[in-house]
């Protein structure tokens, strides 16, 4: 093994860098981010090497106006994600009319605080629908409000309660159902819709706060 060549360029500053590891001669060295890569772009040119150029997005976005907010750079199947968010949307319409009914049927000495929170829960429910929903019409589908099937589209069941306690459990395991299935979505979705995982992730968030309050 000749050692000549490394003995005249003096000590390597970090042993445990590979030769492999260096850039060519003349390439200035730069601290990269696991999302960069290396700077590619010729002399002079302002263009990022992860980003197409301006004019190129431009055409593009006039020539496929009538797509709404989905671009041709969306990676996923559009078509199954507006399926699995139907059935979230079923999940939170149950969700809201269950809530609603316990808010009306709710009696007893301790009701009245615990109706109060019905009622809250109710609301967010709604809005978690109302936000799924957008999402659909975002990704060119259609949100199913259709009442036939609602129920069996809807990941948590639809029960109505006979007392204030079983109302109480009842609603705790539907919380408890719509956070691992909303979890399992938010995986699925991350690779390729940042936009639905970032939805999700805040509507799981609230359905945690739904369930600790009702623990």
Not at 146 to 157: I, K, N, V
Request: aromatic residues 6%.
């Amino acid at each position: 093994h000749d050692t000549a060549a490394g003995e005249a360029s003096g000590p390597d500053p970090d042993p445990g860098r590979s030769a492999a590891a260096l850039p060519p001669s003349g390439t200035p060295t730069r601290d990269w981010g696991p999302a960069l890569a290396p700077d590619t772009r010729a002399s002079g040119s302002d263009a990022l090497p992860f980003l197409t150029d301006v004019r190129t997005l431009r055409e593009r976005a006039r020539r496929n106006v009538d797509e709404g907010a989905l671009t041709r750079s969306y990676r996923g199947d559009a078509q199954a994600v507006v399926r699995v968010l139907n059935d979230a949307l079923a999940t939170e319409i149950v969700c809201t009319l269950r809530y609603r009914r316990h808010y009306f049927t709710a009696k007893g000495l301790n009701a009245e605080a615990v109706k109060a929170e019905f009622l809250e829960h109710a609301a967010e429910e709604q809005e978690h629908a109302d936000r799924i929903a957008e999402r659909i019409v975002q990704l060119g589908g259609e949100p199913d409000f259709d009442p036939q099937g609602l129920a069996s589209r809807s990941h948590a069941e639809y029960v109505p309660g006979t007392s204030l306690l079983e109302m109480i459990r009842e609603d705790l395991v539907a919380e408890r159902i719509a956070i691992d299935s909303y979890r399992e979505i938010v995986q699925w979705v991350a690779p390729f819709d940042p936009v639905t995982r970032a939805l999700m992730e805040e509507i799981l968030a609230k359905e945690e706060e739904h369930a600790n309050e009702l623990s």
